[in-house]
């Protein structure tokens, strides 16, 4: 049974935007820092963007002021809104649950697919 479940992706132009969703249970959302993800054949799994349960956040230097995760409680999803899109942000995007306390558990979603076309 998955823990997370994605939606969102798709092909995009230049400049357009695209919007992800992961949705959780209640028991994973209330106590896990939330993140997306991506990673390409050729680079390691990296870090887009992170919002803890308190919604604080944290971007990598390649998406700030382009990307915006945000997290909502009565829905319990994180959604990475994506503007001004290019094709180096083509990748598949994974979201994560990690446990504020270490240890507990960790979770990611199956993946999907972000493509800028040049």
């Known amino acids: 049974q998955a823990q997370l479940v994605e939606s969102g992706g798709g092909s995009v132009q230049p400049g357009g935007s695209l919007r992800l969703s992961c949705g959780a249970s209640?028991?994973?959302?209330?106590?896990?820092?939330m993140g997306w993800y991506r990673q390409t054949p050729d680079r390691q799994r990296e870090l887009v963007a992170l919002?803890?349960?308190?919604?604080?956040?944290n971007y990598s230097h390649s998406v700030e002021g382009r990307f915006t995760i945000t997290r909502d409680y009565a829905k319990l999803t994180v959604d990475l809104q994506m503007s001004m899109l290019n094709p180096d942000d083509t990748a598949v995007y994974y979201c994560?649950?990690?446990?504020?306390?270490?240890?507990?558990?960790?979770?990611w979603g199956q993946g999907t697919q972000v493509t800028v076309f040049p």
């Open positions: 209640r028991d994973i959302f209330v106590s896990a820092n």
């Open positions: 919002i803890s349960p308190g919604s604080r956040k």
């Open positions: 994560d649950a990690k446990s504020v306390r270490p240890g507990r558990f960790n979770y």
